[in-house]
């Protein structure tokens, strides 16, 4: 109970206001992928391309996981391709020669 307490007291106010809304917990397959090629349409993808240029490890390792979550939608892998994903992270593997530990991790 009290450590249910502590997590709340942790809690942004976003957070506490996502958690008042029942409706945006309730997210289906279907409307994650809407958004997913929305933001695919929206040229996002390329975008964090264009941002892990001289990007720091944490922000590297945040575009990275970002681009992998987008990646789990199928019918948006073709864009991702099109939009120069697979190159960059092919480039940002190639490039490694003395990675960091945040960098072995990604």
Aim: hydrophobic share 35%; with cysteine; glycine share 4%.
């Amino acid at each position: 109970e009290q450590y249910d307490e502590l997590k709340a007291m942790q809690k942004t106010t976003e957070e506490k206001e996502f958690d008042d809304e029942p409706e945006l917990k309730e997210d289906s397959p279907e409307q994650c992928a809407a958004r997913i090629g929305k933001m695919a349409a929206a040229n996002v993808p390329r975008a964090l391309c264009l941002l892990a240029d001289g990007a720091s490890d944490k922000t590297l390792e945040q575009v990275i996981l970002g681009l992998n979550r987008l990646a789990n939608e199928p019918s948006v892998r073709g864009t991702m391709i099109q939009q120069g994903v697979l190159s960059k992270l092919i480039k940002i593997e190639k490039e490694e020669k003395n990675p960091s530990e945040i960098r072995k991790k990604i």
